[in-house]
């Protein structure tokens, strides 16, 4: 079974809102760190949002104001809040869970696909 399990994605109208969890409790490692990517259609995939274990976050400026990261490190469980969604935020988005660097291998979800249409 998958370690790392992203949900919440869906068809959304512009405008409005959808909230990811991504849930990495099958990894046997304490996550130095989580992230949100995504990957729109034609493009390379990118970050979106990163929430350290020492609370440090970072959210990319096409998102920022409309974005939250939210979360618990020690749970491997974090959420990804978008309000105000444009089509442009059309993408497959992707969790990863990550160790202290040095200490072992990223581990990537499958990714769930977000859809802003009218």
């Known amino acids: 079974q998958a370690q790392v399990v992203e949900s919440g994605g869906g068809l959304v109208q512009p405008g409005g809102s959808l909230r990811l969890t991504c849930s990495a409790s099958r990894i046997i490692f304490n996550p130095n760190s989580m992230a949100w990517y995504r990957r729109a259609p034609g493009r390379q995939r990118e970050l979106v949002a990163v929430?350290?274990?020492?609370?440090?976050?970072n959210i990319v400026d096409s998102v920022k104001g409309r974005f939250t990261i939210s979360g618990d490190i020690a749970a491997k469980t974090i959420y990804l809040q978008m309000d105000k969604l444009k089509p442009e935020d059309t993408a497959v988005y992707y969790c990863?869970?990550?160790?202290?660097?040095?200490?072992?291998?990223?581990?990537w979800g499958q990714g769930t696909q977000v859809t802003v249409s009218s």
């Open positions: 929430l350290a274990r020492n609370g440090y976050i």
């Open positions: 990863n869970a990550a160790p202290r660097p040095g200490t072992g291998v990223t581990v």
